[in-house]
Nanobody
Framework: QVHLVESGGGLVQAGGSLRLSCAASGRTFITDDAGWFRQSPGKEREFVAAIGWTGASTHYADSVQGRFTISRDTGKNMVYLQMDSLKAEDTAVYYC?????????????????WGQGTQVTVSS
């Protein structure tokens, strides 16, 4: 079992930056792929970014490519999402997720563990 806790959300003006953190505890997280998803009211949960367990492989949604950066610190069991040039449409609850086995994936159903989410609000 892996327990995930997100932090770092908040209110920011358009064009600003936020850094989300995801702390993992429980069994070792070292060999798990990790991802960030987001969900706005009335919308489906959507993929944002994913990172392989070594940190060498990353993948981003087209909507955040070039603005967001996913990273991880395996020694600290942490995953991060640096969000720059934020837009009003980035407003959502952001979720951290972990996947034990299989290739890097953008599909929420493929992830085994989820955090409770952190709210990000971007004012225009």
């Amino acid at each position: 079992q892996v327990h995930l806790v997100e932090s770092g959300g908040g209110l920011v003006q358009a064009g600003g930056s936020l850094r989300l953190s995801c702390a993992a505890s429980g069994r070792t997280f070292i060999t798990d792929d990790a991802g960030w998803f987001r969900q706005s009211p009335g919308k489906e949960r959507e993929f944002v970014a994913a990172i392989g367990w070594t940190g060498a492989s990353t993948h981003y949604a087209d909507s955040v490519q070039g603005r967001f950066t996913i990273s991880r610190d395996t020694g600290k069991n942490m995953v991060y999402l640096q969000m720059d040039s934020l837009k009003a449409e980035d407003t959502a609850v952001y979720y951290c997720a972990a996947r034990s086995n299989g290739p890097l994936t953008i599909y929420a159903d493929d992830y085994d563990y989820w955090g409770q989410g952190t709210q990000v609000t971007v004012s225009s």
